[in-house]
């Protein structure tokens, strides 16, 4: 028994649950400064993004597969990378972090960004639970031709 409608929902509600959760970290690190120290210094938090790919990536394999009565397997996180974008600099002398020009580094996170990913990936994943429900239909409904 092939279950790929299963299976592909289910990989897409991981990678966008993963996705969720990495930007609820971005989001409630957007104001931290002392992320980590390099050579002494300490420096803000950076912004992470998940990477998802299709599980099987080359065509051909996916074509064969298909051909062969396999089911797809969907899409996997391959890693999660830090944004290389610069850090923002503000002026505040006043601040425990300012620099001898009164510059403090903050964090590469962008609020606007983060809520516009973060309901794309709501929206993701609400569409992929139809999907899979969709599935769950259909399947219940091939069981019940067999009565």
């Given at each position: 028994?092939?279950?790929?409608?299963?299976?592909?929902?289910?990989?897409?509600?991981?990678?966008?649950?993963?996705?969720?959760?990495?930007?609820?970290?971005?989001?409630?690190?957007a104001?931290?400064?002392?992320?980590?120290?390099v050579?002494?210094?300490?420096?803000?938090?950076?912004?992470?993004?998940?990477?998802?790919?299709?599980?099987?990536?080359?065509?051909?394999?996916?074509?064969n597969?298909?051909?062969?009565?396999?089911?797809?397997?969907?899409?996997?996180?391959?890693?999660?990378?830090?944004?290389?974008?610069?850090?923002?600099?503000?002026?505040?002398p006043s601040?425990?972090?300012?620099?001898?020009s009164?510059?403090?580094?903050?964090?590469?996170v962008?609020?606007?960004?983060?809520?516009?990913?973060?309901?794309?990936?709501?929206r993701?994943?609400?569409?992929?639970?139809t999907a899979?429900?969709?599935?769950?239909?259909?399947?219940?409904?091939?069981l019940?031709?067999?009565?």
């Amino acid at each position: 028994m092939k279950l790929g409608g299963f299976d592909i929902s289910a990989s897409a509600l991981t990678a966008n649950r993963l996705r969720m959760d990495v930007i609820s970290s971005n989001i409630a690190n957007a104001e931290t400064t002392r992320a980590g120290s390099v050579d002494g210094q300490f420096v803000p938090y950076r912004r992470k993004m998940v990477v998802v790919e299709p599980s099987q990536t080359p065509f051909k394999d996916l074509l064969n597969a298909q051909l062969n009565g396999s089911s797809a397997q969907g899409v996997r996180v391959t890693k999660i990378q830090e944004d290389q974008t610069p850090f923002k600099q503000v002026y505040n002398p006043s601040h425990p972090d300012a620099d001898a020009s009164g510059m403090v580094y903050m964090p590469n996170v962008d609020i606007a960004k983060e809520m516009v990913d973060l309901i794309s990936a709501s929206r993701s994943y609400e569409a992929n639970v139809t999907a899979l429900n969709a599935s769950k239909a259909m399947f219940t409904k091939s069981l019940e031709i067999g009565r």
